[in-house]
């Protein structure tokens, strides 16, 4: 059995990973961009996305920061195509 395609907001969300580089995206950032926790675990469940606990200075003060990477999975992931169909033929372009 296959995993069902990316939708738009998880593709939409890959790519912002992507851009992110190596430092991954704080989870909040995400959040503010219309990202949900469910969605963000739902990448990491399906191995696309990595979630890792940090603590940053912030103001004098150690906080923990959530930041999320993109997986080579999610980076394979984002680069398919989806197939588009022409009388009835399922075609990938």
């Known amino acids: 059995m296959t995993e069902p395609r990316l ?3 998880r593709r ?3 790519a912002m990973l992507a851009t992110a ?5 704080p989870q909040a950032l ?3 961009h ?10 990491v469940n399906r191995g696309l996305a990595t979630l890792m ?3 940053v200075r912030a103001g004098g003060k150690l906080i923990a920061v959530a930041k999320v990477r ?3 999975a999610g980076q394979d992931a984002l680069a398919e195509r ?3 169909r022409v009388g009835g033929r399922r075609l990938i372009i």
């Open 82 to 84: 989806a197939p588009i």
């Open 34 to 43: 219309g990202f949900d926790a469910s969605m963000i675990a739902e990448l």
């Open 53 to 55: 606990a940090e603590k």
């Open 21 to 25: 580089g190596r430092n991954g995206a």
């Open 7 to 9: 939708t738009a907001e």
């Open 70 to 72: 993109i997986t080579e």
């Open 30 to 32: 995400l959040s503010a």
């Open 12 to 14: 939409r969300a890959l």
